[in-house]
């Protein structure tokens, strides 16, 4: 059963870059590595994706370590409105890869 | 506006009614799913659907739990009997591609509290 682990809670200040590392010791070798955002109130969203390496989109960046047994999300110059909850996810191998998800990371951004 | 939809958005219910939710996915999207979450926690999986096909249903889900996707587009979740166990959001998301770990579209869900 894949799984991640990710911190239960972070906080940051408004400008700041937020780095959130996920662990995910029994990847398989096709999973790729998802992370979604959560709003209260509100379905999650897709952030980013990512194999290997590293990949950046307007919103965010994911690094992805050769071993790919951990993965770290990164937030530039955060606002008020990233506190949010993210989650990453990678693919369960036993229930046709349906995505398990954990708990998230609550990310609080103050002033 | 083109993204999923649900309805409604709040219901309130006594315990032993049955509810009816209603998932309206992307237009073009093959796939739909339904997740149920609480307060603090992730989305736990439902069901999901490969147009009208359900593939797969959570070892976990009561049978007072039942999803239809009858012509392929729209989809409804019901529950017999609610018991307060059910209060939740649930989300209904959907998707386009075939491969595993593929972007979901989710709606805002549907929070249900039963009394």
């Known amino acids: 059963l894949a799984k991640t682990t990710q911190p239960i809670s972070m906080d940051s200040y408004e400008g700041q870059e937020v780095n959130i590392t996920c662990s995910h010791n029994n990847i398989a070798t096709n999973d790729y590595i998802t992370w979604y955002q959560q709003f209260p109130s509100q379905g999650p969203r897709f952030i980013i994706q990512g194999y290997k390496t590293k990949v950046t989109n307007e919103v965010a960046s994911l690094f992805i370590p050769a071993d790919r047994k951990s993965s770290t999300l990164s937030l530039p110059r955060v606002s008020l409105s990233d506190t949010a909850v993210y989650y990453c996810?990678?693919?369960?191998?036993?229930?046709?890869?349906?995505?398990?998800w954990g708990a998230g990371t609550k990310l609080i951004i103050k002033p | 506006d083109t993204g999923v939809s649900q309805d409604p958005r709040h219901k309130i219910t006594k315990r032993g009614q049955n509810v009816t939710f209603r998932c309206d996915p992307i237009?073009?999207?093959?796939?739909l799913y339904w997740y149920r979450q609480t307060l603090g926690q992730g989305p736990e999986f439902l069901t999901y659907f490969q147009n009208e096909a359900q593939l797969e249903k959570s070892r976990l889900l009561s049978d007072r739990f039942s999803a239809e996707r009858p012509k392929g587009s729209f989809s409804t979740l019901e529950i017999q009997r609610t018991e307060q166990g059910d209060s939740a959001m649930y989300l209904c998301a959907s998707s386009l591609a075939m491969r595993p770990n593929e972007k979901l579209f989710f709606g805002s869900g549907t929070q249900l509290s039963v009394l």
């Open positions: 237009s073009e999207h093959n796939r």
């Open positions: 996810l990678v693919g369960d191998r036993d229930s046709n890869y349906q995505l398990i």
